[in-house]
T-cell receptor, first 114, second 111 residues
């Protein structure tokens, strides 16, 4: 158990809908990362927050947004869902955001868009 | 931009065989390098890391050496077990804060 908690574990929804994925980082970790893992795209970096502020952005679609709250948990919002958004979404956390910092991953949320 | 390239999988080996999974990177500055492992149905777990040139990371019999001259961080294990079957990801982090992963290499170890 990495200490990173993601909910829900599974989510099935229809095209055009909006969903929210939640991540609770390890106790004491200030930095949260979101990744999308699909069969043909590997592990794609979406976005990173550090202590409530956006720190780095990857190939995150405009239909997707995220935030980190004062209690350090984070939410990833996915809207106007398309079939191609079906994937595993991972959250990771780390104590800081320095170059030597290792990240710890949650178990992921499997999103299926039908 | 920064990137990580891993050898294509799957890699299929017999138990007790020697393992090498190649990883090369492109980065500005001086990144830290990581290997993560993902077992079926689970999240990624950190396997080992190296933070500067010539550092060797090691864990559970796995090793990787940070080679700046060849921009490589190849993963090796002298004798694989069936329980090592998983997907292995090479990753880097530099001063841009991003943690960038390779595409992953699936390892299948047969008894």
């Amino acid at each position: 158990d990495s200490g990173v908690t993601q909910t829900p574990k599974h989510l099935i929804t229809a095209t055009g809908q909006r969903v929210t994925l939640r991540c609770s980082p390890r106790s004491g970790d200030l930095s949260v990362y979101w990744y999308q893992q699909s069969l043909d795209q590997g592990l794609q970096f979406l976005i990173q927050y550090y202590n409530g502020e956006e720190r780095a952005k990857g190939n995150i679609l405009e239909r997707f947004s995220a935030q980190q709250f004062p209690d350090l948990h984070s939410e990833l919002n996915l809207s106007s869902l398309e079939l191609g958004d079906s994937a595993l979404y991972f959250c990771a956390s780390s104590v800081g955001a320095g170059v030597n910092t290792e990240a710890f991953f949650g178990q992921g949320t499997r999103l299926t868009v039908v | 931009g920064d990137s990580v390239t891993q050898m294509e999988g799957p890699v299929t080996l017999s138990e007790e065989a020697f393992l090498t999974i190649n990883c090369t990177y492109t980065a500005t500055g001086y990144p830290s390098l990581f290997w993560y492992v993902q077992y079926p149905g689970e999240g990624l777990q950190l396997l080992l890391k190296a933070t500067k040139a010539d550092d060797k990371g090691s864990n559970k019999g796995f090793e990787a050496t940070y080679r700046k001259e060849t921009t490589s961080f190849h993963l090796e294990k002298g004798s694989v077990q069936v329980s090592d079957s998983a997907v292995y990801f090479c990753a880097l982090r530099d001063s841009s804060y991003k943690l960038i992963f390779g595409s992953g290499t699936r390892l299948l170890v047969r008894p």
